[in-house]
């Protein structure tokens, strides 16, 4: 009898230590997840943070009447202001070659810049003026210390002879670091230093506004009809066995299916949010269909028995007492879904929207592009100032999801009843 305590006692033993493996193996595996998730975040962190700041360079440009005439400033070649002013602060420099890279110290878009400041404050003009322009993406990588200038002159963009210039104008107090507003109020761009996000973010909110708009109404009505209305039947097997095979469906599909029938059939506008909305909604039903007849079957059949024993009918019992009680469910799937389809490209890409939009679109038959497409174009350019744009789109797009998640378990909360 001791012999059989004591191997029931050994046994229980060897139980409870297979248990204590099983709790630190998730330990475990949650803090290598936690690891990577931290060492990803870290190093986006790290190459995106470039972006919220730029360089510019302080010249003193000669603003008198002779140079701008204050009765028509249009018609003021400031290119060629910018241009004579650069000449003018380094008047040593002679060579073709060599004025060619002194213009490009500042950026390509500096004689807009500086027209721009002139109608927004007229007051400057008549006198010699000390006006802050946007430098070049080489200039900017350089003093952000990502140009190495130990290597050989021939294997960096930036010269000796620039490296020279820049001595001067910092000497000088002519060279600062400000936050660069434009990465959020501009749109893309061919030039780094004045690429931003805000024409990607607006296309990516007008694209999900139609998705939502489309697939959350159509979501539900579907999942409530199949789970409390229909019979149950070959026909509804089939339809169930068809939804659950669409969730799995690659997104590049419903691109194709978007490609050769919105635009190819009905000729719908190319590179639309209206478009891309509608495309997107396809392929986020099947996981809003799911997770709300999931949501619904969730829901205890006594609340549907009370409500049809108190002389409610279907329809009643299904809308007054079962879908509130379901409805944080069908929140959270819905969100999912508009989750997913935040981070999509490849449906997109295959109606259009990876065009180069600089414009912000402003309605949903517009050209636009999104936030994903976004990163992908920039990722895919060979400019290295790119790369700290990518990382900080990349960021802007995870605060999205992260805001969209937190907004479900908001919504949860709020609508969620206890039975």
Not at 49 to 67: H, Q
Not at 108 to 135: C, H, K, N, Y
Not at 320 to 339: C, Q
Request: glycine share 8%; net charge neutral; hydrophobic share 50%.
């Amino acid at each position: 009898m001791s012999d059989m305590f004591a191997g029931a006692e050994e046994h229980l033993k060897s139980r409870h230590r297979a248990e204590r493996r099983f709790r630190w193996m998730g330990r475990l595996a949650i803090a290598f997840s936690l690891g990577f998730l931290t060492i990803m975040l870290f190093s986006i962190t790290i190459l995106g943070k470039g972006a919220l700041s730029r360089t510019e360079i302080a010249l003193r440009v000669d603003l008198s009447i002779e140079a701008v005439n204050p009765s028509n400033i249009e018609a003021t070649s400031f290119n060629k202001l910018v241009r004579n002013t650069l000449f003018e602060a380094f008047p040593e420099i002679t060579n073709r070659g060599e004025r060619r890279r002194l213009l490009g110290m500042v950026s390509a878009d500096a004689p807009f810049e500086l027209e721009r400041q002139i109608l927004a404050e007229p007051s400057m003009l008549g006198r010699v003026q000390t006006i802050w322009l946007t430098a070049s993406d080489d200039i900017d990588l350089f003093e952000k210390g990502e140009v190495d200038i130990t290597l050989p002159e021939d294997y960096r963009r930036l010269k000796d002879l620039e490296l020279g210039w820049l001595q001067t104008l910092e000497a000088d107090g002519q060279i600062r670091s400000v936050f660069n507003a434009a990465f959020f109020t501009s749109g893309d761009s061919r030039e780094p230093e004045l690429a931003g996000i805000l024409s990607a973010l607006v296309g990516s909110i007008l694209t999900l506004t139609v998705c939502f708009g489309l697939s959350f109404p159509l979501g539900i009505m579907a999942a409530i009809y199949l789970e409390e209305f229909v019979k149950k039947n070959r026909w509804s097997d089939f339809i169930e066995v068809n939804i659950n095979n669409l969730a799995a469906v690659p997104s590049i599909v419903f691109g194709l299916l978007g490609l050769s029938i919105l635009l190819g059939v009905f000729g719908m506008p190319r590179s639309s949010p209206l478009v891309g909305g509608m495309v997107l909604a396809l392929m986020t039903l099947p996981t809003i269909i799911i997770a709300s007849r999931a949501a619904l079957r969730a829901v205890p059949g006594s609340i549907r028995e009370a409500a049809l024993g108190m002389g409610a009918t279907q329809v009643q019992s299904t809308f007054h007492h079962v879908m509130p009680l379901a409805m944080p469910g069908m929140l959270t799937g819905a969100i999912v879904g508009m989750a997913r389809a935040l981070g999509e490209t490849a449906p997109l890409l295959m109606i259009g929207m990876v065009a180069f939009i600089v414009d912000v679109p402003q309605g949903f038959t517009d050209a636009a592009t999104s936030l994903p497409v976004q990163v992908f174009l920039w990722a895919d350019s060979p400019e290295r100032a790119f790369l700290e744009k990518t990382s900080a789109a990349i960021l802007v797009l995870l605060g999205l999801l992260i805001v969209m998640n937190i907004v479900a378990i908001v919504l949860r909360k709020k609508f969620e009843r206890r039975f």
